[in-house]
């Protein structure tokens, strides 16, 4: 590499980086494709800075708060912010791990504080209308009732069910083969409600779309469904049932979540269902309890049951 700049050098890492990425981390395709977007810019940036200007150039701490203060004044949201750095960060770990750097300067960069977004779950009340609402006359319509009831049934993202394949179905035990993120691959059991209109569905409806792929849900021509089709299906579903809030495949999964941890599932058991990595991923849906914990705190705790003329075990009547 003599007589090439480090910048240069950087560059040529690049390629070797998202291979790692790929083959021994388990990334999705997509996901790499979004971290060589924020390395491509990142490296901009410093080829367009005073970087290139300095004597025995090395990448510091500077220059990446320079680069995420940039970021900010040129309207990048937080969350963005915070997944480029986490790009910068396993960049030049793999950097120092090739010895083209002798220290990591994201090493110690903060997280930029990201605002806590609560998921949009809907009441089972709602739920139960939404499942109820595609027409049962229609093969599409009964396709799309048990569509719902699995996206419901095992929590599934929007892709998962889309390429969810008959070879994926354990239907005598009621276990799904889910493969997520990253080819990661998790079993998820369905409740015998589910299971029965899947079966139902396989027998009676899916034969009608004169399969040519082995995908469970098809459409009209016997292909595999387009993650768009769900999405328009779930808004027109939901107008149907005058359901005004904002919503997607992917509350179905928020949903699910949350009513297994309202019913008394720990958390552990619902991080495995959804696949998640981290436990912190699944820990968002834990506001769901905080309303149920105060109104039990109210009525049982001895001092509001002193102050209300109750005993601890006798509830207010309405």
Not at 160 to 168: A, G, K, P, R
Request: glycine share 6%; charged share 20%.
């Amino acid at each position: 590499m003599d007589g090439e700049t480090l910048l240069q050098q950087l560059y040529k890492l690049l390629p070797r980086w998202l291979d790692r990425l790929l083959a021994q981390r388990g990334l999705a395709q997509n996901s790499c494709l979004a971290y060589e977007q924020d390395l491509t810019d990142f490296l901009g940036y410093l080829g367009q800075s005073s970087f290139g200007l300095r004597k025995n150039a090395s990448v510091e701490e500077d220059d990446i708060l320079l680069y995420l203060a940039w970021q900010s004044a040129h309207g990048q949201s937080e969350r963005t912010k915070a997944r480029r750095l986490s790009a910068l960060r396993s960049f030049f770990a793999f950097a120092v791990h090739e010895n083209l750097l002798s220290s990591d300067p994201a090493q110690f960069c903060e997280n930029p504080g990201l605002p806590l977004h609560l998921p949009e779950v809907l009441s089972r009340e709602e739920m139960s209308a939404l499942l109820a609402s595609p027409n049962l006359t229609k093969p599409a319509g009964r396709r799309d009732a048990c569509m719902f009831e699995l996206l419901y049934a095992a929590g599934l993202r929007v892709s998962e069910l889309c390429s969810l394949t008959l070879e994926d179905l354990d239907l005598q035990r009621g276990i799904l083969h889910i493969v997520g993120k990253g080819s990661k691959t998790r079993f998820v059991p369905i409740h015998s409600l589910a299971q029965q209109k899947l079966l139902s569905y396989l027998e009676e409806t899916r034969p009608l779309f004169h399969p040519k792929v082995n995908c469970v849900f098809l459409n009209r021509f016997g292909q595999a469904l387009t993650r768009q089709y769900v999405w328009k299906c779930v808004k027109a579903s939901a107008a149907a049932c005058h359901i005004t809030r904002e919503i997607s495949p992917h509350t179905f999964r928020h949903s699910f979540a949350t009513h297994l941890l309202e019913g008394g599932a720990d958390l552990r058991s619902v991080q495995l269902l959804l696949g998640h990595a981290e436990i912190s991923a699944t820990e968002i849906y834990t506001h769901v309890q905080v309303d149920r914990l105060l109104e039990q705190h109210h009525l049982f705790h001895p001092r509001n049951c002193v102050e209300l003329g109750l005993s601890p075990s006798q509830p207010e009547t309405p």
